[in-house]
Structure formats: structure tokens, C-alpha cells
């Protein structure tokens, strides 16, 4: 059974069943969150930015994003085709080599890039080049918003 929650606020989350016999539950992490750097480490990236088109948000420039991911979207760059990069169901973290990287292209299609953002930042081939093979992910829905989310999904209300 799965249930889910909206990670879009901030906080530390902590689940405990009351009864034992409880069937277990998934918790899945649902919505679209921005991952923003430092101002002062925009030159670390300048090289990647301009090799391959991939832009990284900083905190002088957060993106509004018009949709709520289910499962959690990180966006954490964006392209000159309207496009972003994010990680799914997690934050977006260089030592997670699990948090599939995925891109959304302006007609809201979600494709996977690479295993993990090691793999994205260190590529074997250029960024360019695993774009143009990229293929289409299923099991990722974007809503217009929340509430749309919880039309179609279950959501735990913790708050």
C-alpha cells in the first residue's frame, strides 16, 4: 500500500503505526522542490555550463515551476530549451548514487539522463550526447498542483 507526502515544506518527517499487525505502508515523497546553490560557487560550474548547455540554479535565481511531481522532483538546473534536471524521489545530493536524474522538456515529458548526479556531473559521454539518447520514464505524473495531487493520490495529512 502506498501513501504519500508532500515534501514541498520543510521539516523532518517521522512515521510510527500505533498498532503492530499494521500493514505495512510506502511512503512515497511527492512534489516539485528547487535545489539552489551558493552564489559564491557559480565559477565551480561555469566549465559544465557552458560545455553543455546545462544550467545550475543558484539562490539569486530560483525558477517557478508550473508542476507538482509525483513521485518528489529536484530540480536542480535547468536549459536553454525551457527544459530542467532533477532528481527523483530525493534531494539532489553528488554522493547519492541512487536518485535517478531525470529532465522534463517544456511539454512536460520526463525522460531519464543518468543512474546518479555523479554519473551527471562526470559524464563518460558529453551531457549533449546522452540528451539526444535519452529515454522516456514511466511512473512519474505531473500535476498542475497539490490539490490536483491529492485528487489522484493518497497523501498522509502531516501537518
Do not use: W
Not at 41 to 48: E, Q, S
Amino acid at each position: 500500500m502506498k501513501r504519500y507526502i508532500d515534501a514541498t515544506k520543510s521539516g523532518c518527517i517521522a512515521i510510527y503505526a500505533k498498532d503492530e499487525e499494521v500493514k505495512p505502508i510506502e511512503i512515497v515523497q511527492a512534489g516539485t522542490t528547487i535545489y539552489s546553490m551558493p552564489i559564491k560557487d557559480r565559477k565551480d560550474y561555469l566549465m559544465i555550463e557552458e560545455k553543455s548547455g546545462v544550467f545550475f540554479i543558484f539562490d539569486d535565481c530560483i525558477p517557478q515551476v508550473d508542476f507538482y511531481a509525483v513521485p518528489r522532483i529536484d530540480i536542480f538546473a535547468r536549459d536553454n530549451q525551457g527544459g530542467y534536471f532533477g532528481t527523483i524521489g530525493n534531494i539532489s545530493d553528488l554522493e547519492d548514487l541512487k536518485a535517478l536524474i531525470c529532465y522534463i522538456d517544456i511539454n512536460k515529458n520526463v525522460f531519464k539522463v543518468a543512474n546518479c548526479m555523479r554519473e551527471f556531473i562526470f559524464p563518460t559521454d558529453t551531457i549533449i550526447e546522452r540528451i539526444q539518447h535519452m529515454k522516456p520514464i514511466s511512473g512519474i505524473t505531473l500535476c498542475s498542483s497539490l490539490k490536483e495531487a491529492n485528487e489522484r493520490y493518497e497523501f498522509l495529512n502531516i501537518y
